[in-house]
């Protein structure tokens, strides 16, 4: 039976009166179900009936009174190539019937040789067929817009016979003329890198001996000008009902670009990290000097003459007392030393004073000209939520650009300024001193590790500054 249950509309194009009543009998015979049969004697009433109707299935007689032979097909085919239609022939005209499927008929039946059954099962079939050849049509145009939607170069392997056919990608991508493009393995195999080449053949090689249904791979592939393009290749690896491979299908996408980003990236991160490293050692190396001359130009010299002292009074009982009282002072002024060069270099206790409490101190505790005002603004309070890490960097950052504010800006006012916005913390740090021209200008270790602890944290920095016009240093790192 039929895979509708739908009645059929017929048109039947027959200019014999005895053989449509002939045909009219085997279909009713036939008891498919039916609704209208529309009858036509020229090519011409036919051509008025199926713009009128739109049938589902269409009888031709190829011998008309207006038209005959193969022209009769054609000409009503232009016209319903979505309509399924079985031509009725002669005895005579058997072989032009047969030309006919050829051109798109779904069958052919010969007049006097054929009954009921066949008529059914000529119908069944013929629209089946139909169906089924619309559908292949539908998804060749799904195929072909598939293929000119994308920008990818199509190829498509014959495994059996070594052709390769390929999609217009060839050409704009690649820039090959049609004309020297040869459909053969060779060919493609002969444009891929020679240091790629056995990679290449021996991975998809490895897929087609291990059953696999899907290859993909990274290599240089050779333009037509002889540059090599980076290409990301995939294939699709079709088999027979026997699992065996017979074709391979594929989309090769430039990657040079991509590719050339990621090369760069990582020179960048590189760079980074050369930086960071550099910076790091010069620090080491500044905080060795600064602690070795403070300890060696204060610290020993206080305790030298505390030494001294000392010496002196065991050997003089008279001015003992003079002596160790001296001593005494000197020891308390030494202690007092090395706590203060402590601050400088052990972090402070952010969790427990917080990161405002721990800059006020540091403020305070900077040997500060009486010329230089200090004021901080850090009013927010998501500010002590972030983690003790971020905010020991920011203290560092400030401690960085207040020695530079002090060494070299001979400013009189500074003002330090952090705020929370969308998730990013913000320090400013503004002074009114002599400024500098930033394209002239070098980096010296203070901005230098100011601008690794900001990359690490993935952060932001600016410094707006001109010749007596001050300074601002601006930094953006994430919460």
Request: net charge negative; proline share 2%; hydrophobic share 35%.
């Amino acid at each position: 039976m039929l895979a509708t249950s739908q009645p059929l509309n017929i048109l039947v194009v027959e200019d014999n009166q005895s053989d449509f009543v002939l045909f009219r009998e085997y279909l009713k015979l036939s008891k498919l179900p039916t609704n209208n049969i529309f009858h036509a004697e020229r090519l011409g009433e036919a051509l008025q009936l199926l713009h009128e109707h739109q049938p589902d299935l269409i009888f031709l007689d190829l011998s008309l009174p207006d038209s005959d032979g193969i022209n009769s097909f054609v000409r009503i085919n232009e016209e319903a190539h979505h309509i399924s239609i079985i031509v009725l022939s002669g005895l005579d005209d058997k072989q032009i019937a047969l030309n006919t499927i050829s051109l798109g008929a779904q069958d052919y039946l010969v007049k006097g040789e054929f009954d009921d059954k066949l008529l059914a099962k000529s119908i069944q079939y013929s629209i089946e067929r139909k169906k089924i050849l619309q559908k292949v049509v539908e998804n060749f145009e799904r195929y072909n817009t598939l293929i000119k939607a994308t920008s990818d170069t199509i190829w498509d392997w014959d495994l059996r016979t070594n052709e390769v056919l390929w999609n217009e990608g060839i050409t704009s991508i690649f820039g090959f003329d049609q004309r020297c493009i040869e459909n053969t393995i060779e060919w493609h195999h002969q444009h891929i890198h020679t240091e790629d080449r056995e990679r290449i053949l021996q991975t998809i090689d490895e897929c087609l001996k291990e059953g696999r249904d899907h290859w993909q791979e990274e290599y240089r592939y050779k333009s037509a000008n002889g540059v090599y393009k980076f290409v990301y290749d995939r294939g699709y690896i079709l088999k027979t009902e026997h699992n065996k491979p017979y074709r391979i299908l594929g989309a090769m996408m430039d990657i040079t670009e991509r590719k050339k980003m990621q090369e760069e990236l990582v020179r960048s991160q590189i760079e980074t990290q050369k930086l960071i490293t550099q910076v790091t050692i010069q620090t080491q190396e500044q905080e060795r000097r600064e602690i070795g001359r403070e300890l060696h130009d204060n610290i020993n010299q206080i305790l030298a003459t505390a030494k001294l002292c000392v010496d002196m009074a065991l050997n003089e009982e008279d001015h003992r007392r003079e002596l160790l009282s001296k001593s005494y002072e000197n020891i308390t002024k030494a202690i007092n030393e090395i706590r203060a060069l402590s601050k400088t270099l052990v972090p402070p206790s952010l969790g427990d004073i917080g990161l405002k409490e721990a800059l006020i101190e540091l403020i305070e505790n900077l040997t500060v000209s009486p010329e230089l005002t200090i004021r901080i603004k850090a009013n927010d309070h998501h500010i002590e939520n972030m983690s003790n890490n971020k905010k020991l960097i920011m203290y560092r950052i400030v401690q960085e650009q207040l020695n530079n504010i002090l060494k070299h800006s001979g400013a009189t006012e500074a003002l330090i300024e952090l705020k929370t916005m969308s998730n990013w913390l913000h320090l400013n740090i503004k002074d009114n001193g002599v400024g500098f021209d930033t394209r002239k200008k070098n980096r010296g270790i203070g901005l230098n590790n100011i601008i690794s602890r900001v990359e690490m944290q993935n952060g932001k920095m600016e410094i707006i500054s001109e010749p007596g016009k001050g300074c601002t240093l601006k930094i953006e790192i994430p919460g």
